[in-house]
């Protein structure tokens, strides 16, 4: 196992593209770190940089405490499993398993040992005397995957390795892949640009956005506490509501973000951190999930209903905030309710869940933290 360690590190292609700007993060011994972000944002740059696949044009890039950046790839200790699998289309599993012990001189005894504890792992004992375009692919993904284990290397890189995969398929190598970590304990860097993969897999998530680094946490840290738009937009489906307003005091007294005539409430913790900013224009961010149809939930709010999406377990609700005509917004509802478009609503809102974001930043404002 290996820590691994990017001290700003930039990439700058011949033709002048800045693909990967000043990127410093320090990956765990151990850990399993997921890159996320969208296409053309960096991740996989940045891992073809850690495998050695690409140059690296300033910065460092240290494995398991040595730099680097002038090592040959094959010298790094790692493994990179790819999106398209790269199987050898003419070798059977058991040789495709064993080509990279074989390029390494490993004994012909140990090679066994080492496919048959992988093949036993992976569940693709049965598949060792076929060639992939006899497999299914799931069962590609899984000789990838073990092509990369039976070398026993410091560090796993998986570039988007479940994107061709079916919903169903994906969903189940998610979990042997978390079982996998648990049982080897390597280090893994994985990207993906899949919300779902980064919130259930990744022990900590780096988020990217134009080659730089947005945000670094674990998964629920980063989901709650989003430091700007960008994140808060991204992070989760669907993404959090995010409206246009102004901080204005209200009758009693008190701080509410004001859009379209309708008024949301700050709590008074929070209304403190922010009370400067009054008649100013902000972001308002709130999820889907909290706004509630119980009364005792939080502050009342009118919604018009404009659309309903039934997706089995759940109902997405978009509805037009206070006034029909006024910015549409995601409400998550429970399985089996029903609204007829037009149809106006009351909700509850969490106040606690409120965030403010800067207009010209984007960045978060101040909130009190939660300790529930």
């Known amino acids: ?79 990179i499993v790819f999106q398209n699998y790269a199987l050898y289309p003419h070798m059977t599993v058991a040789q495709n398993l064993a080509f990279g012990l074989k390029l390494r001189r490993v004994a012909h005894d140990e090679i066994d040992r080492r496919i048959a504890r992988i093949a036993e792992t992976l569940g693709i004992g049965e598949l060792l005397g076929r060639k992939p375009r006899e497999l299914s692919g799931g069962q590609r993904q899984r000789v990838a995957l073990g092509r990369a284990l039976v070398r026993e290397p410091k560090a796993f890189l998986l570039d988007e390795p479940l994107s061709n995969l079916d919903a169903k398929l994906r969903a189940s190598m998610r979990t042997e892949l978390i079982k996998l970590h648990r049982q080897l304990g390597t280090t893994i860097v994985h990207v993906t640009h899949d919300q779902v993969e980064a919130m259930t897999m990744g022990q900590r998530i780096c988020i990217m956005r134009d080659g730089i680094v947005v945000q670094t946490g674990a998964p629920m840290a980063v989901y709650r506490e989003p430091v700007d738009t960008f994140v808060a937009g991204f992070l989760a489906s669907p993404p959090m509501n995010l409206l246009n307003g102004r901080l204005e005091s209200v009758q009693d007294g008190s701080l509410a973000a004001v859009m379209g005539g309708v008024g949301l409430r700050l709590p008074e913790a929070q209304a403190s951190l922010v009370h400067q900013l009054s008649g100013r224009e902000v972001i308002l961010g709130l999820r889907p999930e909290d706004f509630h149809l119980a009364p005792e939930r939080g502050h009342p709010v009118e919604a018009y209903v404009v659309a309903i999406e039934v997706l089995g377990p759940e109902v997405i609700l978009v509805a037009a905030l206070g006034h029909p005509g006024n910015p549409e917004i995601m409400i998550r509802c429970p399985r089996g309710f029903t609204a007829a478009p037009g149809e106006k609503l009351t909700f509850h809102y969490d106040p606690r869940e409120i965030h403010i974001f800067d207009v010209a930043t984007k960045r978060a404002l101040p909130r009190p933290s939660r300790r529930d």
Not at 27 to 32: C, P, S
Not at 39 to 58: D, H, P, Q
Not at 63 to 77: E, K, T
Request: proline residues 4%.
């Open 1 to 79: 196992m290996a820590a691994i360690a990017l001290d700003q590190v930039d990439k700058i292609y011949p033709n002048g593209v800045h693909a990967v700007r000043d990127v410093s993060l320090d990956i765990r011994d151990g850990e399993f770190m997921i890159l996320l972000g969208p296409s053309g944002c960096g991740k996989s740059t940045t891992l073809r940089m850690v495998a050695g696949l690409e140059s690296v044009t300033g910065g460092t890039i240290s494995i398991g405490g040595r730099i680097v950046n002038d090592v040959d790839p094959a010298d790094r200790d790692i493994a």
